[in-house]
């Protein structure tokens, strides 16, 4: 059972009380007063003096972040050429922006991102005035926050564009004006080459970042940007660390129990994932979110608010022997006979509908490897014996082979194309990342979306479903915004 494992979200005392008080009015001019006196009075004074409280201020950062997740994913999994929304989530199906009430929600994430960021920079705004602290303590913690507001930022810029960039140093300040895209970038970079210089290369606990994941995440920044010299080096020293592998499956429960299991604490395929357990209040919402009652594999129903569809060509042309693709079953609960739902995140024995055990990947060793396939590809104009290899590696394993060893399922150097090895290993990343919030952004960033979408769903993408809305709450209350400039196309 998952529910006594040290967990570096759990709120451990007052402080990560009062970050998230203090996180909950970033959004918010409101908060004003709040955000002038509390960290004079109550945390600056005494507070972020210890190790234990920075170790809880920076714990604070996770709640909105792991709250966010779940959503997040599945919204994300909505936009694709594969999945579809119910219920008020079926908008989405339509890629023509979002209506009153998916702006609303939109609206929540951000505030949800905008309160992990606000927790990040407390941390990084209080902790160095500690003189009670080792520079290597305080430097990891520092580190931590880095690579959390990072990651946060990442989701926001490739989702919203240009976003308010609240650090630091403008702690204090309400109004703070939309920043570009490349401003943005800027800042995650920066604070993720601190966080590879600072973070352990052992996780202190399960679920904390390390070097590793530090490398992991700049080498997907670096893949969003078009530097692939830089994105395959960075996972090149992830892969030749020699602390990662994938986990070898023969079936579909290996799956859904060895790589996504609710009782899993670590895996060999694990870089960085958010932790939850079975624990009332302490659970992923995803499987809550995907299952149907029909499946047994979630013990409390499910809401089946998200699906497949069998007859689409995504799943029709994927290929019978591959595992992955056994984790879809047929239910048709009243949209026809065609009708699928994915079993990926299995948790029979969830303590309630918000107890769920399954850890939600942010990074697993099989994007290492398929990074290093695309961006190695991308930068030498060819293919590789190595990239070849790296997915391979996935694909294989997939299929229920050993993932280092060569197999009959093999892709052959002979005949491939540049283009060719490219949309295998986009393929690849679509059946592999199913419910991981991955598809959507990587057609979007190989210009692919259109093209797709098109294929696998018969429909046009509008301009204005590629960025979410900056919510109305943001452009009232900042004043340095201006809801005509600064707002995204279409809205």
Known sequence: ??????????????????ALTIGACSVLAACNDLLEEAPKTVVAENFYQTVGEIESATNAIYSPLRSVRSEHV???????????????????NDFEGLNTTNISTAADRWKQFYE????????????????????????????????????????LVRNWGGVPLRTAENIEEVHVSKSSPEEVYALILQDLEIAEATLPLEPSQPGRPTSWAAKTLLADVYLQQGNYEMARNKVAEVMEGGQFGLVPIQSVADIQWKIFGPDLVSSTEEIFYLKFARQTGQGNGLPWILNHPSTGLYNFGGAYA?????????????????????????????????TIVNGKYAEPSAVDNTGAGNDLPIYRYAEVLLI????????????????????????????????????????????????????????????????????????????????????????????KHYLWPIPVEELNFNEAMDEASDQNPGY
Do not use: C
Not at 119 to 142: C, F, G, H, K
Not at 318 to 334: H, I, M, T
Not at 420 to 441: I, S
């Open 74 to 92: 599945a919204v994300l999994s909505a936009h694709t050429d594969w999945g579809y929304g119910r219920g008020s989530r079926a908008q989405y």
């Open 116 to 155: 992990g960021i606000r927790n990040a920079n407390l941390v990084l705004y209080y902790a160095p005035q500690s003189e009670n602290i080792e520079p290597e303590t305080l430097n990891r913690y520092l580190g931590e926050a880095r690579f959390l507001r990072a990651l946060t930022y990442f989701d």
């Open 372 to 463: 290093f396939a695309e961006a190695d590809a991308r930068l030498t104009g060819g293919v590789s014996s190595e990239g070849l290899e790296a997915l391979n590696k996935v694909h294989r394993r997939a299929y229920g082979y050993d993932p280092e060893a060569s197999s009959e399922v093999d892709f052959s150097m002979e005949a491939m194309t540049l283009e060719t090895f490219l949309d295998l290993v986009l393929q690849e990343k679509a059946y592999e990342f199913q419910f991981e919030g991955k598809r959507w952004l990587d057609l979007k960033r190989t210009g692919r979306a259109e093209e797709f979408v098109l294929k696998n769903k018969g429909l046009t993408i509008a301009e």
């Open 306 to 338: 998200h699906y497949g569809d069998s007859a689409n060509p995504f799943y029709e042309e994927w290929e019978e022997a591959d595992l992955r693709k056994g984790l879809w079953q047929s239910v048709d609960f009243g949209l026809g006979a065609t």
């Open 1 to 18: 059972m998952k529910t006594n494992k040290k967990l570096p979200y759990l709120n451990l005392g007052i402080v990560a009380k009062v």
